[in-house]
């Protein structure tokens, strides 16, 4: 007895034919609010638990950006020092400036290529390469 699966609904002790429509109908109504409410309580309790998690994710991921940011850094600063040797302090770091403007240039214009690629995709047009 004690293994019976707990039953939302109750059952009706007089007999179906003595029920009213009208009844039945309040208990669908009041199961399906219940139903609803429950529904709700849980979607937020998982909106809230990938919030937190969201958060853990982004502000990990912002660190290591910053990160690779400073470790790029260095290698610039690297870069400068190792060539200030051989060519002096300002074509030095001449050559590292115009280095760098090329790598972000050939960057912004993959990134742009991808995005006209992905919004042609999208808009249905598929006439790119």
């Known amino acids: 007895m004690a293994d019976e699966p707990l039953s939302t609904v109750t059952p009706s002790t007089s007999d179906a034919a003595e029920r009213s429509l009208v009844d039945d109908v309040r208990d669908v109504v009041a199961d399906g609010r219940t139903l609803l ?6 979607q937020k309790s998982r909106a809230a638990v990938a919030g937190s998690g969201a958060k853990g994710v982004a502000a990990w991921g912002a660190l290591a950006l910053a990160l690779v ?4 850094m260095a290698l610039v600063l690297g870069l400068v020092l190792a060539l200030t040797a051989l060519i002096g302090p300002t074509l030095a770091t001449l ?31 598929d006439d790119a390469p």
């Not at 409410?37 to 849980?42: P, S, V």
């Not at 940011?69 to 790029?72: G, H």
Request: hydrophobic share 60%; net charge positive.
């Open 95 to 125: 050559v590292s400036v115009l280095a760098l403007l090329i790598a972000a240039a050939l960057c912004g214009w993959t990134a742009a290529r991808r995005w006209k690629r992905t919004s042609q995709l999208l808009s249905g047009t």
């Open 37 to 42: 409410e429950a529904e709700l309580a849980y």
């Open 69 to 72: 940011f400073f470790a790029l």
